[in-house]
């Protein structure tokens, strides 16, 4: 029997659409759709904001590397990660044989649709610069983690699962 995995593994900071191009990429290739917040969040019975302020951000990482592994095996679909996943390297070596777009958003875009980030625990002190913050971090690591790399600045999500689908279509006849 083969295992089960993910047919794409989204990546990418807050703002970068991961949620509304993965809807989009499942709908296209009649797959599911699963997104490893939403089940840290079912898990828990709370929001990832109370985790956060309750438990802190050690537990929350714990939780969301143990939903990721969990993902990673028994989802066969289209997976999205939360931004700060990729810190983990224990996730980071998980992800090595999978295909993995990094969806790459700017500064201004990331910040316009995030808007006030209220539920977004580290966002708390000033939304732009945290968002720089978070973007000069992690973006090193989006980057060394994918196969695709696909910009979102100043795309409608429906352009961009179209540029995802034709990339790994070329991949795949190459």
């Known amino acids: 029997m083969t295992p089960t995995r993910p047919r794409v593994v989204l990546i990418g900071s807050m703002g970068a659409g991961k949620t509304t191009v993965g809807e989009l990429l499942a709908e296209r290739w009649d797959v599911g759709f699963r997104d490893t917040d939403a089940d840290v969040v079912a898990a828990e019975g709370r929001a990832i904001a109370d985790i956060f302020v309750e438990d802190g951000e050690a537990h929350f990482r714990a939780l969301e590397r143990e939903a990721v592994r969990t993902a990673l095996v028994e989802h066969a679909g289209v997976l999205a990660l939360g931004g700060g996943a990729v810190l983990d390297l224990d996730t980071r070596a998980l992800l090595a044989d999978h295909t993995v777009v990094f969806l790459q958003v700017g500064l201004a875009d990331a910040v316009q649709r995030v808007g006030l980030g209220t539920s977004r625990p580290l966002l708390l002190g000033g939304v732009r610069s945290r968002i720089k913050a978070l973007l000069d971090e992690r973006t090193p690591i989006y980057t060394e983690l994918a196969t695709l790399v696909v910009p979102t600045d100043g795309r409608a999500p429906a352009e961009v699962a179209a ?12």
């Open 163 to 174: 540029t995802i689908e034709a990339r790994l279509e070329e991949d795949a006849r190459a």
